[in-house]
């Protein structure tokens, strides 16, 4: 099989181990540089270039599109759907889940617990939207945050107000969530490869850190999940259209509630805490799926 990987860093660790355990089960992976991609979008074929050749005979396309370059990252995803080549994660399920709002949106509508969270335009209705997280502490966060940046818990109604107003006085959206404390400081993230949970690792935050990220301080460790979490997980999964994902979930006292689903999540933690070959099962996931023309929307929508 020959795979292209979309990447800009061919050293992180999460490309370097997809690129050795292809290699070891003896497909072809090309490490490509998103955004030195080009394309014809208005011819009938579609094609890509990079570095002045054009891009032929992928079976399999695996994006690792960076969060801030999405909009150019999905454009080229795209266009490699276009061309019949199946991706790991298609586009329109990358878009869905790189937008924190409409996911949220889409689990509700599928029934999956979510810890309570509002949004509003208007920084007139803080009161109300308060009000309707279930009052301090709440968890403020920006829509377009990444790696726990932007995102606040606000002890008191006043710092609350504050926060909310600032950062509508910034211009940025925001999502206002119920605390959920119960949780510790810790999140479970369970990796989803192909409707099945194949690895899950609990985080800790640092000493004092209600954030759990590993990019924030946090460690990591595996645990056994439960089953109810193992389903939320899957359902989270199908839910966005995600072949392959990272579902981070809170245990609160009313069941999981889930927090994200990460469409390029990292090997790394996921590797180390739990021994288990993650990368090895996502290329034995594209072994068994990838054929051409299996791309469900074809670079639609
Ligand atoms: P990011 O996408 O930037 O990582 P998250 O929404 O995942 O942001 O939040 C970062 C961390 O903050 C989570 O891993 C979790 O530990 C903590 N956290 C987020 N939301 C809540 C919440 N509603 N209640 C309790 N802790 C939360």
Redesign the pocket.
Same mark, same amino acid.
């Given at each position: 099989m020959k795979i292209a990987m979309l990447a800009r860093n061919p050293d992180l660790y999460s490309h370097k181990r997809l690129k050795e355990a292809a290699e070891e089960r003896g497909h072809q992976l090309d490490i490509i540089n998103t955004l030195r991609c080009y394309m014809n979008i208005a011819s009938r074929r579609p094609e890509i270039f990079y570095n002045g050749s054009k891009l032929e005979g992928y079976d399999a396309v695996i994006p690792r599109i960076g969060a801030s370059i999405t909009f150019y990252g999905l454009a080229v995803l795209r266009q490699f759907e276009m061309m019949g080549v199946y991706p790991l994660n298609e586009s329109v399920a990358i878009g869905r889940s790189r937008d /924190?709002l409409r996911s949220m949106q889409l689990l509700a509508r599928d029934g999956i617990g979510l810890?309570v #969270?509002t949004f509003a335009h208007d920084p007139k209705m803080t009161e109300e939207v308060l009000k309707t997280a279930g009052g301090a502490p709440?968890?403020i /966060?920006?829509l377009e945050? #990444?790696?726990?940046?932007?995102?606040v818990?606000a002890d008191t109604e006043r710092s609350a107000k504050s926060v909310i107003e600032a950062f509508r006085g910034a211009n940025v959206n925001i999502l206002v969530?119920?605390?959920? /404390?119960e949780?510790g400081?810790?999140?479970i993230r369970a990796f989803v490869v192909g409707g099945k949970v194949i690895a899950s690792m609990k =985080?800790v !935050?640092a000493p004092g850190e209600? =954030?759990?990220?590993l990019? =924030?301080g !946090?460690s990591a460790e595996m645990i056994r999940i439960s089953p109810e979490e193992r389903s939320t997980a899957i359902r989270a999964a199908k839910s966005m259209g995600l072949n392959v994902c990272g579902v981070?979930m809170?245990r609160s006292n009313h069941g999981p509630?889930v927090?994200?689903v990460?469409s390029s999540p990292g090997l790394q933690g996921m590797e180390m805490a739990t021994g288990i070959d993650v990368a090895g099962k996502i290329i034995d996931f594209l072994m068994k799926n990838a054929q051409a023309g299996k791309t469900k929307t074809k670079g639609k929508g």
């Amino acid at each position: 099989m020959k795979i292209a990987m979309l990447a800009r860093n061919p050293d992180l660790y999460s490309h370097k181990r997809l690129k050795e355990a292809a290699e070891e089960r003896g497909h072809q992976l090309d490490i490509i540089n998103t955004l030195r991609c080009y394309m014809n979008i208005a011819s009938r074929r579609p094609e890509i270039f990079y570095n002045g050749s054009k891009l032929e005979g992928y079976d399999a396309v695996i994006p690792r599109i960076g969060a801030s370059i999405t909009f150019y990252g999905l454009a080229v995803l795209r266009q490699f759907e276009m061309m019949g080549v199946y991706p790991l994660n298609e586009s329109v399920a990358i878009g869905r889940s790189r937008d /924190k709002l409409r996911s949220m949106q889409l689990l509700a509508r599928d029934g999956i617990g979510l810890p309570v #969270t509002t949004f509003a335009h208007d920084p007139k209705m803080t009161e109300e939207v308060l009000k309707t997280a279930g009052g301090a502490p709440v968890v403020i /966060k920006l829509l377009e945050g #990444t790696q726990g940046i932007g995102v606040v818990l606000a002890d008191t109604e006043r710092s609350a107000k504050s926060v909310i107003e600032a950062f509508r006085g910034a211009n940025v959206n925001i999502l206002v969530q119920e605390f959920i /404390k119960e949780a510790g400081g810790t999140d479970i993230r369970a990796f989803v490869v192909g409707g099945k949970v194949i690895a899950s690792m609990k =985080r800790v !935050g640092a000493p004092g850190e209600f =954030r759990s990220n590993l990019h =924030r301080g !946090g460690s990591a460790e595996m645990i056994r999940i439960s089953p109810e979490e193992r389903s939320t997980a899957i359902r989270a999964a199908k839910s966005m259209g995600l072949n392959v994902c990272g579902v981070d979930m809170l245990r609160s006292n009313h069941g999981p509630v889930v927090m994200e689903v990460n469409s390029s999540p990292g090997l790394q933690g996921m590797e180390m805490a739990t021994g288990i070959d993650v990368a090895g099962k996502i290329i034995d996931f594209l072994m068994k799926n990838a054929q051409a023309g299996k791309t469900k929307t074809k670079g639609k929508g």
